[in-house]
């Protein structure tokens, strides 16, 4: 699915690139896109599988963002129902931060992947990586940082990997 959200990304960002230089559209009928892309997965929930099942029934594909520490945990039903969703074809799993922490120092919010620095980032962004590894079977595709706060240090860390192929 990260090959078809790419595809859709790039179809849209082209579009509004060339609207924006004032290129002609081809005048073909409108076609509707949206990306469904939620945050925050960290066990399995009644909310969730509700989230899920309502994509299923409308035939919507979905793009989720694990929060990774949660993938250490023994808790196998957790773990089996995620790559059961997996292989079902409706959902995508991202990497969603290790920790998803936030925290004040010198009066000014840090993040993980917001001013916290290299190491820190590159810490945990590899060992979310290593987790989504070792529970899916392989790391994530995409990276979407808690809080949307990412910084030239996120920058550097993702450009580090050659898995990661689209940023939220």
Excluded at 72 to 96: C, M, P, R, V
Aim: hydrophobic share 40%; charged share 25%.
């Amino acid at each position: 699915m990260t090959h078809y959200i790419r595809e859709v990304f790039c179809a849209l960002l082209t579009s509004g690139v060339m609207a924006s230089l004032g290129a002609q559209r081809d005048e073909s009928p409108a076609i509707k896109i949206a990306i469904i892309k939620a945050d925050d997965v960290r066990c399995q929930t009644q909310k969730w599988d509700r989230f899920i099942e309502v994509s299923k029934k409308k035939g919507v594909k979905v793009s989720c963002g694990i929060i990774c520490a949660s993938l250490t945990t023994t808790n196998k039903e957790y773990k089996d129902w995620l790559i059961a969703q997996e292989k079902s074809g409706f959902i995508e799993f991202w990497n969603h931060g290790w920790d998803h922490k936030k925290w004040e120092k010198d009066n000014a919010t840090i993040t993980e992947f917001g001013a916290s620095g290299y190491a820190h980032q590159k810490d945990n962004f590899v060992k979310a990586q290593n987790a989504m590894k070792d529970v899916l079977g392989h790391p994530a595709t995409a990276f979407g940082a808690p809080y949307n706060r990412v910084d030239q240090d996120t920058m550097q860390v993702l450009v580090e990997d050659p898995s990661i192929k689209l940023f939220f």
